[in-house]
């Protein structure tokens, strides 16, 4: 199904749903006229399961989610269905594979219901015995993520237009994942494999905060210092928007004197962070020192003294691994491997030789987003990396042994299957994109 086609019947479906909650109180149940939607709901559904295992539905800041695709400018009948899942409260709902119209004439049912939230649709899909729907209880981490690139775009925007950002969206999304952070700092370094290349800068913001936070909290620092390192690292190059445009987007090399230019954007940006409400002072000092090499080189100049704490350290080693591994007008992508490579190779001149040892050992031999080999020949991506001889602790099998691409991806836990990595295997030859599968 090509994602036109996807899309199309994401929406068709959202609109059946929105009608079929309208339609919920005119028709008895198992009326004709009430039926053929929701016959037709489920068709495409099965259509959709196809693209991913489950449908889920959400609205996110007033953009509503169906599956994979976003609709930033609802038509009517989908502002009604936001509406109505905003009434509830609900994160998101999930549809299941093998949801049948019976099912879907139930949902719509209990959300045409005023009033009530999760817990009683949950109850409500329980009594009629509706296994293939969800109620979401928890934001997933990717849409917390989601949240931050919108929450980074729009400080990126305020600032355009003159004003003082507003923190509060940024706070509270790290917040969130500076809690995940601490129980498993491994799972976020796998939501920064998530790449869209059209808006490079918020999603590079949002992945070095992500990287800060997970390290940070391997380090064994405190919730606080993770949440400070994972503001730094959001707002790390937010004095990009006070640089000549031109400057910033030329592709080739920069003359002296536009380098200079654009080594002000760690001093600009730390004036933008002190002016932010509720943003600790060391996060404006990580976001100053986020240039400034372990060796007292790099710049801003008059910094390189300063004694700098270890939010920009910390910054210094994410900013270098996400620049890496994203692919960029001027330079290939590199595989998560040899992005720690250069990483180890940057140690003690560059980059804090005890951070870059705790981002080792958090990325293990082969990081999480590696595509690999196994010893029983199939490909896998990695999504626990492992620093045990095997090479990796849980894997999504993409082809199988005899070369056979897999439509459903198998997780694998290799501690259990007995199974090694061999080798790493270069993504582009096998025409892969590691990303959807995180
Ligand atoms: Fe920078
Ligand atoms: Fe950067």
Not at 96 to 102: F, I, L, N, R, T
Not at 343 to 349: A, L, P, W
Not at 357 to 363: K, Y
Request: glycine fraction near 10%; proline fraction near 6%; aromatic fraction near 4%.
């Amino acid at each position: 199904m090509s994602s036109d086609e996807g899309l199309h019947n994401a929406h068709r479906l959202a609109t059946l749903l929105s009608g079929g909650i309208r339609g919920g109180g005119y028709y008895p149940p198992g009326h004709p006229a009430s039926r053929q939607p929701f016959i037709e709901m489920a068709q495409l559904a099965s259509l959709l399961h196809r693209e991913e295992g489950e449908i889920r539905v959400a609205v996110v800041d007033g953009v509503l989610a169906v599956g994979e695709h976003l609709f930033f400018a609802p038509t009517p009948p989908l502002q009604e269905l936001c509406r109505r899942l905003e009434e509830k409260e609900l994160l998101g709902i999930n549809i299941k594979k093998g949801v049948s119209a019976d099912d879907l004439t139930v949902l719509a049912k209990l959300l045409g219901q005023p009033g009530g939230g999760a817990e009683q649709l949950r109850e409500g899909l329980k009594e009629a015995s509706v296994a293939t729907i969800e109620v979401r209880e928890e934001e997933t981490l990717s849409q917390t993520y989601a949240e931050a690139v919108g929450a980074i775009a729009e400080i990126f925007n305020e600032i355009g237009n003159g004003r003082i950002p507003n923190s509060r969206k940024m706070i509270t999304v790290v917040t969130s994942l500076a809690a995940t952070a601490v129980k498993e700092p491994a799972t976020l370094i796998g939501l920064t494999m998530i790449k869209q290349y059209d808006n490079y800068t918020f999603q590079h913001s949002v992945n070095v905060g992500v990287l800060a936070m997970a390290i940070s909290a391997s380090m064994g620092l405190s919730p606080h210092e993770v949440e400070v390192a994972g503001m730094a690292g959001f707002l790390h190059d937010v004095g990009k928007t006070g640089i000549n445009k031109m400057i910033l987007n030329k592709p080739g090399k920069l003359s002296n004197e536009e380098f200079r230019e654009m080594q002000r954007h760690s001093e600009l940006g730390a004036e933008i962070v002190r002016q932010m409400e509720g943003v600790p002072e060391q996060v404006a000092e990580g976001v100053l020192g986020h240039h400034v090499r372990h060796d007292r080189t790099g710049y801003p100049e008059w910094a390189r003294p300063l004694p700098l704490g270890v939010a920009s350290a910390i910054v210094a080693v994410a900013d270098c691994y996400d620049a890496t591994t994203t692919l960029r007008a001027y330079q290939p992508p590199l595989a998560p491997k040899q992005a720690v490579e250069r990483i180890r190779s940057m140690t003690g001149t560059g980059l804090d030789p005890e951070i870059v040892d705790r981002f080792l050992e958090l990325t293990g031999k082969f990081p999480t987003g590696s595509l690999v080999r196994l010893d029983s020949n199939e490909i896998a991506v990695v999504m626990t990396p492992s620093r045990e001889e095997r090479g990796a602790s849980v894997v999504k099998v993409l082809i199988d042994s005899d070369g056979k691409p897999l439509a459903d991806p198998l997780v694998k836990n290799l501690a259990l299957t007995g199974e090694s990595v061999v080798d790493l295997v270069d993504p582009l030859l096998k025409g892969i994109d590691v990303s959807a599968y995180f």
